[in-house]
């Protein structure tokens, strides 16, 4: 029986087009790092399965963690996200670094869903994080980059929010003004973490699971609806919630006029265990796109599953088929359809076929980006071929009065101009204007 041609379910192969659009969208991510002085690092593929039970949370490891015991014993699992490995190998190296420490880094991971727009089972993701940083400031930074990446393909904040809130509002909401136990509060996170996942009549029956006390379910409800930044500081005001360091990161970000990017969402508490303080979602506003095209937050105690002293961390995670669906449903994806190769070297003769070759190392030499074409082809197929192709220049070496001569055409402005063999500088300026 013939094999499957297809990849993977959930995963995809990249031909040259994907490839150009990938590498478009990562070299984006790493200009906008490096504009805020983060440094790339990456980790393994494998890492133990504990690694993860320690503070990703259950999902993670019971419904989406690609795991397998391998040759040694040892339970390992494809990385399903960054944040624990970056989290080992900043546990190794913080003492002697000095602080901040920013990284990045764009790692594949794998995840066992069910594949949907927006979802896949390998996707690349782009991680940012600051380890000890100021309080508060860390968060600002994070946002700041956050919107100036998104900013740089030309988005602005019609098409995409962040939404934001802080897990030590939810956990006092949960412990004392819900009065909770730890089980229940942590159900009752799963549960405002699907929130938007459910209809309403299914929200307020999982609800009514965990919470009977009608004065609670009231408070609850009351925390729900809350809409605003101005809802969320009075309900921090009228509840005596110690929330200063968010209301700090509010005002910060008023000054730094990021406020029209953030909205916030009292259903955004993070499906992940680790984070402490501010979580966000971004939202893109196309209603084609649904999920989120990044999330993250603050996290203060991840360093002490390694018996580490704590350090806070803050950062993000953006996956890169939920940057693709939006950039395209904005109109913010250029075209792609042709290679990034400025001359095609061809001939129709054969006896110029290595010069073909030659003038081609040549122009490389000098940096431009050249395709050789390495056998004679029919006048009538070059120019069709070459505009097919996306180059902006053909260079045809042709006989003229028995000796060779290159005939050098611009393909957008039909220019035509020669030169001898000898002459690739000047090719190469005719090239570039
Ligand atoms: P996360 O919310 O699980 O966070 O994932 C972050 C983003 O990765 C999502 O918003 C989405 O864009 C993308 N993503 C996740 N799963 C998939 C999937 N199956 N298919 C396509 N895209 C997906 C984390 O992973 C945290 N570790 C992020 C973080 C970094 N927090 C602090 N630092």
Redesign the pocket.
């Known amino acids: 029986m013939a094999l499957n041609k297809k990849p993977y379910r959930g995963c995809r192969d990249f031909y040259p087009e994907n490839m150009r659009i990938r590498e478009y969208l990562f070299d984006q991510m790493k200009n906008s790092a490096h504009l805020f002085g983060y440094e790339p690092y990456d980790g393994p593929l494998l890492e133990e399965v504990e690694l993860y039970k320690a503070k990703s949370g259950e999902e993670l490891i019971n419904d989406q963690i690609y795991s397998f015991t391998d040759r040694g014993e040892r339970f390992v699992a494809i990385r399903p996200?960054?944040?624990p490995t970056l989290a080992r190998m900043v546990a190794n190296i913080h003492r002697q670094e000095s602080k901040p420490i920013r990284w990045y880094s764009i790692p594949n991971?794998m995840?066992y869903?069910k594949p949907q727009r927006?979802?896949?089972?390998e996707?690349w993701?782009f991680?940012v994080?600051i380890f000890g940083a100021a309080e508060g400031k860390g968060e600002l930074e994070i946002l700041s980059l956050i919107r100036d990446f998104l900013k740089s393909f030309g988005a602005d904040h019609s098409m995409f929010s962040i939404r934001i809130n802080d897990r030590m509002i939810v956990d006092h909401l949960m412990n004392q003004l819900l009065k909770l136990d730890e089980d229940s509060s942590y159900k009752l996170y799963k549960i405002i973490d699907r929130a938007s996942k459910v209809t309403t009549e299914k929200l307020n029956q999982m609800i009514d699971e965990i919470i009977t006390d009608s004065s609670a379910k009231s408070i609850l409800n009351q925390y729900l609806g809350l809409d605003s930044f101005a809802a969320i500081k009075t309900f921090i005001k009228e509840n005596n919630i110690p929330a200063e360091s968010f209301l700090n990161i509010v005002s910060g970000a008023e000054e730094l006029e990021l406020l029209n990017y953030l909205e916030y969402d009292p259903a955004i508490v993070?499906?992940?265990d680790y984070y402490t303080g501010l979580v966000f979602?971004i939202f893109d506003k196309h209603p084609d796109n649904k999920?989120?095209?990044?999330?993250?937050?603050a996290?203060a105690n991840l360093l002490k599953i390694f018996n580490e002293e704590p350090l806070g961390g803050?950062?993000?995670?953006?996956?890169d088929?939920?940057l693709k669906d939006f950039l395209e449903s904005h109109g913010l994806l250029g075209d792609f359809s042709k290679k990034n190769c400025d001359l095609f070297v061809v001939t129709t003769e054969e006896e110029h076929e290595l010069s073909v070759i030659k003038l081609a190392n040549e122009l490389r030499t000098l940096g431009c980006k050249t395709e050789a074409q390495l056998e004679k082809l029919k006048f009538n197929k070059i120019f069709k071929l070459a505009e097919q192709k996306g180059f902006s220049h053909v260079a045809m070496i042709e006989s003229k009065d028995n000796s060779p001569q290159v005939q050098l055409r611009d393909l957008k402005t039909r220019e035509i101009q020669y030169f001898s063999l000898e002459q690739a500088k000047d090719i190469l300026k005719a090239i570039k204007g």
């Open positions: 996200e960054m944040t991971l995840r869903e927006g979802r896949v089972r996707h993701q991680n994080d993070r499906g992940l979602e999920r989120a095209i990044a999330g993250g937050g996290y803050i950062g993000f995670g953006l996956g088929v939920t």
